[in-house]
DNA sequence: TCTCCTGATGTAATCGATTACATTATAAAA
DNA sequence: TTTTATAATGTAATCGATTACATCAGGAGA
């Protein structure tokens, strides 16, 4: 069996507490007693139990995250490696486990486990929508969470977000000044934060410019590539066609792209297309797909960042991280200036 | 606080000993007490601690998924997602949790802790290589692990993998039913035994067709889409203009594509591209790329099954998943006989 | 030398469950 | 009714750490 705190104790001739002592750097302890500890300590591969240590201390050091495995999600927030990969960094620095599970229906289930068996000290909420049964349990049991995204209405929790609203506001200056007036907006779902914040930039972005609002270029759409292909064919086939068009994922740009290719006209150069995300494939196709680039990998990080601070008591503050216009082909070719 | 045992032991009037009995249907409690037992639990919202459960059974319920985020890794093993969906579901089929961590470096570090500390039942080991560390690791504190991919050298441990032979024969085939036979193989690492088992499937789809193997048709590549491109180019620039080239990567094969188009060459017209993977830029470039898809899903709920299979002491076998080609563009066009 | 203080260490309770063993209640058999 | 088998329940040890409190040793100061 692998040795537990008794074993050194025994083997070192002190007592458990005097172990557990030096386990845990108490300044209670003299050099001499120290150093024969952590010579067994050493000697037999010794490292204390996690789950003896959690039941004393009741707390587990993980963090839950949840991932709901509907279509919106997946498509709103293509980069989960990403952002895994940062929550699992911020988190290792604090010494913290990722407890993880996809979940399709049920979810209220498996929070319910999480949270009521005390799997887990904190939780991250993705895809947080208007009162969310999720955020109501969190709430009401007073376990700490950090939702990933800005929640829509009331802010009395902590978040973690990408400037949306900028992001949206640049891309759609960036078409402006290359001269475009007739720019469509295919956005996500409305009932979405993301959704109202994007719609913002392009708003304010108009307005600075002194470019009236034309509400027929205003188009809702579901993240999905079929969805930005059949918006762009309705488009072109009641002969509308725009100078350019800014889709609110790169996906939904992808597949506007097609139609317009179908169709005899040249993106990047008849028309333009911007995109949201920066997805591996916004390099791939052809031309490749300007688009608001967001710093997903942080996003995850600030997320464990602030979620332990919370747990551990600290007062902490939401996030907002800035998004990046990256210029590619798909909108330098030459302006179609009315 | 959370009720804990002893709070629902005394409200219901018995020991601790029958609301465990209760708790894990032990078939000596009485209806009746049952019954009262119950209804505390139902009205206190109890739930029993994971932790507390865990220390006392000495197994934590838990298994562990540590990925490393090389570059290697991330482009041989695109789906990560889908994966880990997989596995997400398996593990909560036999009510397991599972623990996530990414990792550059120091991944041993990481390993020692989730299996010392007892963080985890088993470990899910993926990107494995001829002696590694992690494998030895695992195997001297004889702690229950799957491999992702099968191992090259002896198979002395339980492994879930692709039909990666079956998959690259059905490709090469495929083109050497359209008439192909300059066929280019661009593989990955030759450190992998993916990259092995792909090579076989190549040599043996040439020799049942009686094509001669051309070793100068053997290309080492690494999955990335630079390496596709740079290839291709050296392949044009001297002249060397084949009929077909297999790609071990979707990815390389975009790079691949890139570059057939710059020198004017139509890819699905006067070459055929096939790839592997399936990622979901497969279906956005143009033409659609033709690629043997693998069903990662399935790899990751086979996973789950067979390592909770091992933890629980039951006789599990490795398992070989099929692989299956999907025609697209990139093939169908016509072929350059010679 | 004696007292007092401080630093080092030990004792034992504790976290919340499970479970071997002991005990009691209940029903069947004699 | 008494004996005996069995079902229901309780007692207390246990998993492996942490920690409040007790104790002890040794040095400083009187």
Same mark, same amino acid.
Request: glycine residues 8%; aromatic residues 8%; contains cysteine.
């Given at each position: 069996?692998?040795?537990?705190?008794?074993?050194?104790?025994?083997?070192?001739?002190?007592?458990?507490?005097?172990?557990?002592?030096?386990?845990?750097?108490?300044?209670?302890?003299?050099?001499?007693?120290?150093?024969?500890?952590?010579?067994?300590?050493?000697?037999?591969?010794?490292?204390?139990?996690?789950?003896?240590?959690?039941?004393?201390?009741?707390?587990?050091?993980?963090?839950?995250?949840?991932?709901?495995?509907?279509?919106?999600?997946?498509?709103?927030?293509?980069?989960?490696?990403?952002?895994?990969?940062?929550?699992?960094? /911020?988190?290792?620095?604090?010494?913290?486990?990722?407890?993880?599970?996809?979940?399709?229906?049920?979810?209220?289930?498996?929070?319910?486990?999480? $949270?009521?068996?005390?799997?887990?000290?904190?939780?991250?909420?993705?895809?947080?929508?208007?009162?969310? &049964?999720?955020?109501?349990?969190?709430?009401?049991?007073?376990?700490?969470?950090?939702?990933?995204?800005?929640?829509?209405? $009331?802010?009395?929790?902590?978040?973690?977000?990408?400037?949306?609203?900028?992001?949206?506001?640049?891309?759609?200056?960036?078409?402006?000044?290359?001269?475009?007036?007739?720019?469509?907006?295919?956005?996500?779902?409305?009932?979405?934060?993301?959704?109202?914040?994007?719609?913002?930039?392009?708003?304010?972005?108009?307005?600075?410019?002194?470019?009236?609002?034309?509400?027929?270029?205003?188009?809702?759409?579901?993240?999905?590539?079929?969805?930005?292909?059949?918006?762009?064919?309705?488009?072109?086939?009641?002969?509308?066609?725009?100078?350019?068009?800014?889709?609110?994922?790169?996906?939904?740009?992808?597949?506007?792209?097609?139609?317009?290719?179908?169709?005899?006209?040249?993106?990047?150069?008849?028309?333009?297309?911007? /995109?949201?995300?920066?997805?591996?494939?916004?390099?791939?196709?052809?031309?490749?797909?300007?688009? $608001?680039?967001?710093?997903?990998?942080?996003?995850?990080?600030?997320?464990?960042?602030?979620?332990?601070?919370?747990?551990?008591?600290?007062?902490?503050?939401?996030?907002?991280? &800035?998004?990046?216009?990256?210029?590619?082909?798909?909108?330098?070719?030459?302006?179609? $200036?009315?």
């Amino acid at each position: 069996m692998r040795p537990s705190i008794k074993d050194i104790a025994r083997l070192a001739g002190v007592s458990t507490a005097t172990v557990s002592r030096v386990l845990n750097d108490s300044p209670n302890v003299s050099p001499r007693t120290r150093e024969k500890v952590l010579q067994i300590i050493r000697k037999l591969n010794y490292v204390p139990s996690h789950t003896a240590r959690s039941l004393r201390r009741e707390r587990t050091f993980s963090i839950g995250l949840i991932v709901p495995h509907s279509a919106d999600y997946i498509f709103s927030f293509p980069y989960l490696n990403l952002f895994i990969k940062g929550l699992s960094r /911020g988190a290792r620095e604090k010494k913290y486990h990722i407890i993880f599970s996809t979940e399709d229906e049920n979810i209220m289930e498996l929070y319910e486990e999480f $949270v009521r068996k005390r799997v887990v000290d904190g939780m991250v909420v993705v895809d947080v929508s208007d009162g969310d &049964p999720r955020v109501a349990l969190l709430s009401s049991l007073k376990l700490p969470f950090v939702v990933v995204g800005r929640p829509s209405g $009331v802010n009395d929790y902590i978040y973690v977000d990408t400037a949306n609203e900028e992001g949206a506001y640049e891309a759609v200056k960036h078409l402006l000044k290359l001269g475009h007036r007739k720019i469509h907006f295919v956005n996500g779902p409305s009932h979405l934060s993301v959704s109202r914040q994007r719609l913002k930039g392009y708003l304010k972005a108009l307005e600075e410019a002194g470019v009236a609002l034309d509400t027929r270029f205003l188009h809702q759409g579901d993240f999905m590539e079929e969805t930005g292909y059949t918006i762009v064919k309705e488009l072109l086939n009641r002969g509308d066609k725009p100078d350019a068009v800014f889709f609110a994922s790169d996906t939904m740009a992808i597949g506007g792209m097609k139609a317009f290719e179908e169709s005899g006209i040249q993106v990047g150069v008849d028309v333009s297309v911007v /995109g949201f995300d920066d997805v591996p494939a916004a390099l791939m196709v052809k031309p490749s797909l300007t688009t $608001v680039s967001q710093p997903i990998c942080d996003v995850g990080y600030n997320v464990a960042r602030l979620l332990i601070g919370m747990i551990e008591g600290e007062d902490v503050k939401s996030v907002v991280l &800035p998004t990046k216009l990256v210029v590619r082909e798909s909108t330098v070719g030459g302006a179609t $200036v009315e």
